[in-house]
């Protein structure tokens, strides 16, 4: 008997490597009917239903699999892959982890294990973010949190949803900005880097973006290490619709001022001694 069901796991085998899935799991629907604790059947299983998109079923399989082979990393991780191909980023760690715990040196397991919990990370400082920006009256500390929320998310995760409430969360901080005298000494070097600051502060207050966008990058050529010039650009590379920059700008912004007010605009202002 154990014979006939090796043949049958084999044809089931090379009809996935034919790609022809649903011929395979003709097969091995029956070969698991027959012997529901052959653990690499489930497996097989499992991954025809992943590869023909068939989520539920994969995963009931690959659990089987898993139950009935424990020690089997790749059960694991095929496992990992049917939660996280539904959305179900924690179930997909776990398996992952399995996977690893199983055999350290499962490399995809690894590698979609540091995407996973990326996601989650992602993930969570989105959730955060919304709960701010969905306040009934957010104020300027709640939205501050929020934009840097967002831009954690992104940052960490490229596509999250976290860049469709970006402009949002901006619009908002926007309506509530204020002006903010820069001090600059009265330095001759300090001259150009003034008035490009100056420029784009004006080219803000009449929406021109990209006249912004041009100032402030001018700006950023004379003096580089200004959090309100990258926090100006961008609330620009939002408006133009350049939200992995915006992303970009507003993350250094807070690295070169950790507790920066994103309602403050700067306005330079020749002083009378050192800033």
């Known amino acids: 008997m154990q014979s006939h069901f090796s043949r049958e796991l084999e044809q089931a085998c090379d009809a996935i490597n034919s790609a022809d899935f649903f011929r395979a799991i003709e097969i091995l629907t029956a070969l698991t009917t027959n012997d529901a604790m052959n653990g690499e059947a489930w497996q097989q299983l499992g991954l025809c239903y992943l590869e023909t998109r068939q989520l539920a079923l994969a995963i009931e399989a690959l659990t089987r699999s898993v139950a009935a082979q424990p020690s089997n990393p790749m059960s694991h991780y095929l496992l990992g892959n049917a939660y996280g191909s539904t959305g179900q980023l924690e179930q997909a760690a776990a398996c992952y982890r399995r996977a690893l715990e199983a055999n350290p040196e499962h490399a995809k397991a690894e590698e979609f294990l540091i995407k996973t919990e990326s996601l989650l990370e992602s993930r969570e400082y989105y959730r955060n973010a919304l709960k701010l920006l969905y306040l009934p009256e957010p104020g300027a500390s709640d939205l501050n949190r929020a934009i840097r929320d967002l831009v954690q998310s992104v940052a ?24 903010w005298p820069v001090s600059a000494p009265p330095d001759a070097k300090l001259d ?84």
């Open 192 to 275: 150009s880097w003034a008035r490009a600051c100056e420029r784009g502060y004006q080219c803000i207050n009449l929406a021109n973006w990209r006249g912004a966008l041009a100032a402030y990058n001018e700006a950023l050529a004379y003096q580089s290490r200004r959090a309100f010039v990258h926090h100006a650009l961008g609330f620009c590379f939002v408006e133009t619709g350049e939200l992995h920059e915006a992303v970009h700008a507003w993350l250094r912004t807070v690295e070169l001022d950790p507790e920066y007010d994103f309602t403050r605009f700067g306005r330079v202002r020749q002083a009378t001694g050192p800033s």
């Open 156 to 179: 960490i995760f490229s596509e999250s949803p976290a860049q469709d409430n970006l402009c949002e969360c901006a619009n908002k901080l926007f309506a509530l900005r204020a002006e």
